[in-house]
Each structure stands twice: as structure tokens, then as C-alpha cells.
């Protein structure tokens, strides 16, 4: 999900009674749920689609998620002991206790990849033991109504705390909200494709931007994927592309192009389509709107395009 989304969530975490436990508890939960997403550093080093097959794993596995919110409590544990040291240690903040502002990090960097599990993209939850990728398909990566309720839930335990009132239920009843929009959108999501799945293919229920009721279905296999041309009529389907190449094979090619190479291993549902050229150029069937141009996309130039025969 979004670093919005993420932060919010801790957030509300907080709110919900967690900040209570332990001086510096708060940033422990916001900066403890965006944590794992230190791999975007990748794109200092790594070029074109090299990074797909970096984020989303290392720093989102088990060992990851038990040594980052450790860093994170150290360094914020020696923040409080420096502003001490100082004079401007807050008076109001809470004693710092080390064992439970690791917890408050552990518990933040926990949820980020839960949240990332949930859209399409996919995460490798048990990187580096394995590098398996694991799909929630249940929300957009973007979602304003996960936004509005988070929202909602933080700012009124905020007025209420202001007001010396009780607090922490609104936050509570945020929490509570949230997971059941998150397991609707689940329902949602595996009726789709469990109505549509036909034996032997894939059946990706992809969740769209707003609309968090509807999914563009994608069906078939590698290099044969089709999508569902109306959301409210099953079927019909339409071919992801007019322009399909034959599929080659690309073990050698593999081996000396680290591009190919990344996008293969994190494409789920690759095709190939010809480029005016009439060389390839390899997408994703799960991103192929024209708003996210070519991200998910690597044109190879020395590739010609063998077309298909027409049915």
C-alpha cells in the first residue's frame, strides 16, 4: 500500500490504546509502519526494471521485520536519552521503556506487510528463506476509502483526546472498520474469481481505484491472458492485446539480461506484444493501463516479434 496508508495505520494503532505503553510509543508505531519500505533505496543502484524484483522482499521478510524495528527502538531510545541530556526531553512524555518501544516497532513494521499483501502486486513473505510472492487481491494499492476511515478514526480520538474525554474507542471502532472493509473486499474478491476460474487457468480478481466493488477479471495462462470487457456482464472476455508474439524461449537470454531476468521473475501474468519496430516488448497483464505508461514494461529491442496464427 501506500506510505499514506501505512502511516495512518500506525496511527490509529496508537490511538487505539498502543501509545500508552511507553514513552515515544507513537513514532515508533508510524516510522516502525513504513519501515520495510527502506528498499526504495534500490533505485539509487538499480536500473530500469531491476528494482521489481528488489522491493518487496529482503526488508519484508522474517529476519527483516525482527531486526528494523530493533534499530528503530535503539535509535529512538537514544534520541530520548540525548533530548535528556539536553533539557528538552518533554515533561509530558511517558518514561521510555526499551522492551516496549521495540514491541510498539515490532507491532508497526508487523502490519506493513500485511497491507502489502493485500493489492495485486504481490510481496515474497518469507524472503530470504524463500522467494515465493504471495497475493491478497483485495485492495487498489490506493485506496480513499481505507483513507477516509483511518482518517476518521485518528481525528476524532484526537478531538476527544483534546477534550479530556474517553479516547481510545474511536480509534478502536477504526480498527474494527477497517477489517471488515478489508475482509468484504475479500469476499468481494474471491467470489470473482472463484465464479470465473476455469480449470487449468489463472483467475486474477483485480481491484480497481475508487470503485472497490467492482474487479477487472484477468483469465488464461502465460502469453494468453484475457480480461473482462464488462464489469457487469460474465462473460464476455477480450484477448489483453491484439498484438500477441510467440512466446520464445528465454532461459539463455535470462542469464545475460538482468532486466529480463527481473521482470520474469516478478511478472505474474507475463504477454508479449509487438512493438512498431516489430520487435517485443514484455508486459504484465495486471498493469497494462495506459496512466502507468511503461513501468511495467521492458521493450527487447533484439527480440523479433513471431506472431502468432489467427484462430
Same mark, same amino acid.
Given at each position: 500500500?501506500?506510505?499514506?496508508?501505512?502511516?495512518?495505520?500506525?496511527?490509529?494503532?496508537?490511538?487505539?490504546?498502543?501509545?500508552?505503553?511507553?514513552?515515544?510509543?507513537?513514532?515508533?508505531?508510524?516510522?516502525?509502519?513504513?519501515?520495510? @519500505?527502506?528498499?526504495?533505496?534500490?533505485?539509487?543502484?538499480?536500473?530500469?526494471?531491476?528494482?521489481?524484483?528488489?522491493?518487496?522482499?529482503?526488508?519484508?521478510?522474517?529476519?527483516?521485520?525482527?531486526?528494523?524495528?530493533?534499530?528503530?527502538?535503539?535509535?529512538?531510545?537514544?534520541?530520548?536519552?540525548?533530548?535528556?541530556?539536553?533539557?528538552?526531553?518533554?515533561?509530558?512524555?511517558?518514561?521510555?521503556?526499551?522492551?516496549?518501544?521495540? #514491541?510498539?516497532?515490532?507491532?508497526?513494521?508487523?502490519?506493513?506487510?500485511?497491507?502489502?499483501?493485500?493489492?495485486?502486486?504481490?510481496?515474497?513473505?518469507?524472503?530470504?528463506?524463500?522467494?515465493?510472492?504471495?497475493?491478497?487481491?483485495?485492495?487498489?494499492?490506493?485506496?480513499?476509502?481505507?483513507?477516509?476511515?483511518?482518517? #476518521?478514526?485518528?481525528?476524532?480520538?484526537?478531538?476527544?483526546?483534546?477534550?479530556?474525554?474517553?479516547?481510545?474507542?474511536?480509534?478502536?471502532?477504526?480498527?474494527?472498520?477497517?477489517?471488515?472493509?478489508?475482509?468484504?473486499?475479500?469476499?468481494?474478491?474471491?467470489?470473482?474469481?472463484?465464479?470465473?476460474?476455469?480449470?487449468?487457468?489463472?483467475?486474477?480478481?483485480?481491484?480497481?481505484?475508487?470503485?472497490?466493488?467492482?474487479?477487472?477479471?484477468?483469465?488464461?495462462?502465460?502469453?494468453?491472458?484475457?480480461?473482462?470487457?464488462? @464489469?457487469?456482464?460474465?462473460?464476455?472476455?477480450?484477448?489483453?492485446?491484439?498484438?500477441?508474439?510467440?512466446?520464445? @524461449?528465454?532461459?539463455? #537470454?535470462?542469464?545475460?539480461?538482468?532486466?529480463?531476468?527481473?521482470?520474469?521473475?516478478?511478472?505474474?501474468?507475463?504477454?508479449?506484444?509487438?512493438?512498431?519496430?516489430?520487435?517485443?516488448?514484455?508486459?504484465?497483464?495486471?498493469?497494462?493501463?495506459?496512466?502507468?505508461? @511503461?513501468?511495467?514494461?521492458?521493450?527487447?529491442?533484439?527480440?523479433?516479434?513471431?506472431?502468432?496464427?489467427?484462430?
Amino acid at each position: 500500500m501506500d506510505n499514506l496508508t501505512h502511516s495512518l495505520v500506525g496511527a490509529v494503532m496508537g490511538q487505539a490504546g498502543l501509545k500508552r505503553t511507553t514513552g515515544l510509543a507513537m513514532p515508533a508505531l508510524i516510522i516502525g509502519a513504513n519501515l520495510p @519500505d527502506v528498499d526504495a533505496a534500490c533505485f539509487f543502484w538499480l536500473e530500469g526494471t531491476e528494482h521489481l524484483a528488489f522491493r518487496r522482499g529482503i526488508t519484508h521478510g522474517p529476519p527483516a521485520l525482527v531486526l528494523l524495528p530493533l534499530i528503530l527502538a535503539g535509535l529512538l531510545w537514544a534520541f530520548d536519552r540525548w533530548q535528556t541530556r539536553r533539557g528538552t526531553r518533554p515533561e509530558a512524555r511517558l518514561p521510555v521503556r526499551f522492551g516496549w518501544l521495540y #514491541a510498539m516497532a515490532f507491532i508497526g513494521c508487523l502490519s506493513h506487510p500485511f497491507f502489502d499483501w493485500l493489492n495485486v502486486y504481490g510481496i515474497r513473505l518469507l524472503e530470504p528463506f524463500s522467494s515465493q510472492w504471495f497475493y491478497g487481491d483485495t485492495l487498489f494499492i490506493i485506496d480513499p476509502w481505507l483513507w477516509a476511515v483511518l482518517i #476518521a478514526g485518528v481525528w476524532v480520538s484526537l478531538r476527544r483526546e483534546k477534550a479530556e474525554a474517553e479516547w481510545m474507542r474511536p480509534a478502536q471502532v477504526g480498527i474494527a472498520a477497517v477489517l471488515a472493509y478489508i475482509g468484504v473486499n475479500g469476499a468481494i474478491s474471491w467470489a470473482d474469481a472463484t465464479t470465473t476460474r476455469v480449470s487449468g487457468e489463472t483467475a486474477i480478481a483485480s481491484p480497481v481505484p475508487l470503485a472497490f466493488w467492482e474487479r477487472d477479471m484477468i483469465l488464461g495462462g502465460p502469453n494468453n491472458w484475457s480480461v473482462r470487457a464488462d @464489469d457487469r456482464s460474465f462473460p464476455p472476455f477480450r484477448p489483453i492485446t491484439d498484438q500477441h508474439c510467440a512466446w520464445p @524461449d528465454f532461459n539463455a #537470454a535470462r542469464r545475460t539480461n538482468s532486466q529480463l531476468d527481473a521482470f520474469l521473475f516478478w511478472s505474474r501474468a507475463p504477454f508479449l506484444t509487438r512493438a512498431v519496430d516489430g520487435s517485443v516488448v514484455l508486459r504484465d497483464a495486471r498493469f497494462t493501463d495506459p496512466r502507468v505508461g @511503461d513501468r511495467f514494461a521492458l521493450a527487447l529491442p533484439e527480440v523479433k516479434c513471431e506472431e502468432l496464427p489467427r484462430p
